[in-house]
């Protein structure tokens, strides 16, 4: 159980352009879900909180209207980095957990997005 | 602001060896978390810590809290190769609802 999908795995996308990643709790309803971001060698970094049915809480230093949240679905957010620059080049995780599970066994993580902006 | 730090940050040791890894944090918590991370890899969950004096144990890995001294653990006994990796160690505050990371540890078990 608590199983965590993110999509997709890998992406190198156009300076200017704007990528999506999406991240789905696959057999338990998430009403919120993190997102993370990891730079190379380093620790993770939350961005942000993802509610469903209503915004998301970004932590301090983070630009929301780079990185749009959306979380219209109790088993699916995304995470879209608008008009990307290669510093916004980076491992993205994103995390979710039904209350129960989290308890015990923690949040789980999704596999990761590399994205790299060229 | 809830700050979370590891200790060592690196750590290389042969094969065979122990040693313990720190997980110190600053304010008040009611659960600790350790993960580990393969390069190019998402995190897999390890021990969950839910109250003062909690100990687990999986293998050669052993994790304890100490929540009084905001303290965790993670012991390694008898090292080998294939625990090298990166521990993090998590710490969940019921106030934010929210996970903050430690530093990370990278451990190179050398054969």
């Known amino acids: 159980g608590a199983v965590v999908s993110q999509h997709p795995s890998r992406v190198i996308c156009k300076s200017g352009t704007s990528v999506k990643i999406e991240c789905r709790s696959l057999?338990?309803?998430?009403?919120?879900m993190f997102w993370y971001r990891q730079f190379p060698k380093k620790s993770l970094m939350l961005m942000a909180t993802?509610?469903?049915?209503?915004?998301?809480?970004?932590e301090q230093g983070v630009e929301k209207d780079k990185f749009l949240i959306n979380h219209a679905s109790l088993t699916l957010s995304t995470l879209t980095v608008t008009s990307a620059h290669p510093e916004d080049s980076s491992f993205y995780i994103c995390?979710?957990?039904?209350?129960?599970?989290?308890?015990?066994?923690?949040?789980?993580f999704g596999s990761g997005t590399r994205l790299t902006v060229v | 602001e809830l700050k979370v730090e590891q200790n060592p940050l690196f750590l290389s040791m042969q094969e065979g060896k122990n040693y313990t890894i720190y997980c110190n944090y600053s304010t008040t918590s009611d659960r600790l978390y350790w993960y580990r991370q393969d390069p190019g890899k998402s995190l897999e969950s390890l021990f969950v810590?839910?109250?003062?004096?909690a100990v687990k144990q999986e293998g050669r890995l052993m994790a304890s809290l100490d929540t009084k001294a905001r303290l965790s653990t993670l012991h390694i006994t008898a090292a080998v190769h294939d625990l090298s990796a990166t521990y993090f160690c998590?710490?969940?505050?019921?106030?934010?609802?929210?996970?903050?990371f430690g530093t990370g540890t990278r451990l190179k078990v050398l054969a």
């Open positions: 057999d338990f309803q998430a009403t919120t």
């Open positions: 995390s979710a957990s039904s209350s129960q599970a989290q308890a015990n066994y923690g949040y789980t």
């Open positions: 998590a710490v969940y505050t019921s106030g934010t609802y929210k996970y903050i």
């Open positions: 993802s509610n469903e049915g209503s915004k998301a809480t970004y």
């Open positions: 810590l839910l109250s003062n004096g």
